[in-house]
């Protein structure tokens, strides 16, 4: 069965950095375009980024372009999302998300902080 698995989550500083990944299986994973979403508390999810199925192709939400960074290891089944210049408008839970067979999947999520 497909999943998807996140981690990398934390505390950290304005300004700060983190690196999420999410492990994919169940399914051929360099065939599906990946995306991140997240959620705010008192918001909805929104996508923040996606990269096509070879990573050619990426794009990313106004507020994080130019700082967040998604990138795929297909042999690892692996996708990331790297996050510099962290501000706390960032704090959110991090989904990793695909759509498989016409069905979305989503990961478990892990907490992103952003405080001083």
């Known amino acids: 069965q497909v999943q998807l698995v996140e981690s990398g989550g934390g505390l950290v500083q304005p300004g700060g950095s983190l690196r999420l990944s999410c492990a994919a299986s169940?399914?051929?994973?360099?065939?599906?375009?990946m995306r991140w979403h997240r959620q705010a508390p008192g918001k909805e999810r929104e996508l923040v980024a996606f990269?096509?199925?070879?990573?050619?192709?990426?794009n990313y939400a106004d507020s994080v372009k130019g700082r967040f960074t998604i990138s795929k290891d297909n042999a690892k089944n692996t996708v990331f999302l790297q996050m510099n210049s962290l501000k706390p408008e960032d704090t959110a839970v991090y989904y990793c998300?695909?759509?498989?067979?016409?069905?979305?999947?989503w990961g478990q999520g892990t907490q992103v902080t952003i405080s001083s």
């Open positions: 990269i096509s199925t070879f990573g050619g192709t990426t």
């Open positions: 998300n695909a759509r498989v067979r016409g069905k979305e999947y």
């Open positions: 169940g399914f051929t994973f360099s065939s599906y375009v």
